[in-house]
C-alpha cells in the first residue's frame, strides 16, 4: 500500500512540476480531436518520445508504405507533437518508419536522422549521452527494447497494435528515467 500511495503522489508532484501538460487542439476541421503534448522547458531534464511505425501496407512485404489510415496517424502524432521542444528525429531507413516521421520532421523543420535498429544498445547510449528531447520511429520488436535500454518501462507490442507513444523523461545529470508515459496517436 505504501509503494502505491508513493507512487501516486510522485506522479501527481511530476504532473504538478509542469512535465507534463496535455492541451486540447484540433486535428482539423473535422470532428475528431488531437491532445497535444507539452513538455514544459526544464533545464534538469529531456524527454525522448518513441513509437512505432504507423499502418502499414500488406505489400510489397520487404519495406512498404503506410496505408491511408497510416498516414492519418502519423498526422496526429505530429500535431501531438506540435508544441513540444524536439531537437531531434530519428527513424530506421524502412519506408513506412520514415513516413511516419515525415510530418514531424516537417513541422518542426527537421531533418530525420536514420538510425540502424540492429544496434540499438549503441543508440540508446548515444540518446543519453546527447541529452536533447528527440522522436524515434521504430518497429514493434524494437521499439519496446529500446525504451528498456534506456531505463524506461513497456511491454512488448503487438504485431497488430498501433497508436502508442511512449514519453520518457530523463535527469540529465543522473541519466535516469524520472516518469514513463503511455499517451494514445488517435488513428483518426
Do not use: C, W
Amino acid at each position: 500500500m505504501k509503494k502505491l500511495i508513493l507512487k501516486i503522489t510522485n506522479t501527481l508532484i511530476t504532473i504538478s512540476l509542469g512535465f507534463l501538460i496535455i492541451t486540447g487542439a484540433t486535428a482539423d476541421s473535422s470532428q475528431s480531436s488531437v491532445n497535444q503534448v507539452s513538455a514544459t522547458p526544464d533545464n534538469n531534464t529531456f524527454t525522448l518520445y518513441f513509437v512505432r511505425h504507423a499502418e502499414k501496407a500488406n505489400e510489397p512485404k520487404t519495406d512498404p508504405e503506410l496505408t491511408v489510415q497510416g498516414h492519418e496517424r502519423a498526422k496526429n502524432l505530429a500535431t501531438m507533437l506540435s508544441k513540444t521542444a524536439l531537437s531531434k528525429i530519428y527513424s530506421t531507413r524502412y519506408q513506412r518508419t520514415l513516413q511516419t516521421a515525415a510530418v514531424s520532421a516537417d513541422i518542426k523543420a527537421l531533418v530525420v536522422t536514420h538510425y540502424d535498429p540492429r544496434q540499438l544498445k549503441e543508440f540508446a547510449d548515444k540518446l543519453l549521452q546527447d541529452k536533447v528531447s528527440a522522436l524515434v520511429v521504430g518497429h514493434s520488436n524494437t521499439t519496446p527494447t529500446l525504451i528498456r535500454l534506456i531505463g524506461g518501462k513497456a511491454e512488448n507490442i503487438d504485431e497488430s497494435r498501433y497508436g502508442d507513444l511512449f514519453q520518457l523523461i530523463i535527469d540529465k545529470s543522473s541519466l535516469k528515467v524520472v516518469a514513463t508515459n503511455l499517451l494514445q496517436i488517435p488513428a483518426r
